[in-house]
C-alpha cells in the first residue's frame, strides 16, 4: 500500500502540474505566442506520459490486490486497504484535478477551433471567396453571393 500512496501522491502532484500547463497553454493561445505554444504543448506531453505511467503503476497494484481498476473496483480497494480514508481523500483531489484538466484542455481545443475558423474566414475574404453566404436581390429573393464575389486587389 505505500507504493500506492506513494505513487498516487505523484500522480496528485503531476495532476497540478498538468493544470498550471494548460492554463499556460490558454495564455499562449490567447496571446498568440508560437513559440511559447510549442513549448508549452511539449511539457503538458511530457506531463501525460508521467501521468499514464504512473496509472499504470496503480492499476497493477490495485489488480494484484483482487479489484479492478473501476470506480467500483476502487472503492473495494480503498475499503479493503485504507482504514484513515488518506488514500481515498488523495485520490478524490485526483479526480478532481484530472477533471479540471479535461474541462481546460476541452477550452484550449476550442480557442484553437475558433481561431482556425477566424483564420479560414479572413483567408476566404482576401481570396475573394466569401463562402456560402446568401444576398437577396431587389425583389427581397434570396441569391447565392458568391457569384459576384471579387478578391480585396479587384474591389
Keep these: 500500500m505505500s507504493q500506492f500512496i506513494q505513487s498516487l501522491e505523484c500522480s496528485v502532484q503531476l495532476s497540478l502540474q498538468l493544470e498550471r500547463t494548460l492554463l499556460d497553454e490558454t495564455r499562449a493561445i490567447e496571446m498568440r505566442d508560437p513559440d511559447d505554444l510549442l513549448r508549452v504543448v511539449a511539457d503538458k506531453q511530457n ?4 501521468l499514464e505511467a504512473e496509472t499504470g503503476k496503480q ?6 490486490a483482487g479489484h479492478t481498476f473501476t470506480p467500483v473496483g476502487m472503492a ?3 475499503a479493503s486497504f485504507d482504514q484513515d480514508r488518506r488514500s481515498l481523500d488523495r485520490w478524490s483531489s485526483l479526480r478532481e484535478s484530472i477533471a479540471r484538466c479535461d474541462r ?11 481561431d482556425r ?6 483567408l476566404r475574404i482576401l ?5 456560402f453566404s446568401t444576398t437577396y436581390n431587389l425583389r427581397g429573393s434570396r441569391e447565392p453571393g ?4 471579387r478578391s480585396i486587389s479587384q474591389a
Design 59 to 64: 492499476k497493477q497494484w490495485v489488480e494484484l
Design 104 to 114: 481546460l484542455n476541452q477550452a484550449n481545443a476550442r480557442l484553437i477551433e475558433r
Design 76 to 78: 473495494k480497494f480503498f
Design 117 to 122: 475558423q477566424r483564420i479560414n474566414l479572413t
Design 127 to 131: 481570396s475573394g471567396d466569401d463562402g
Design 47 to 50: 506531463l501525460v506520459v508521467q
Design 146 to 149: 458568391g457569384l459576384r464575389s
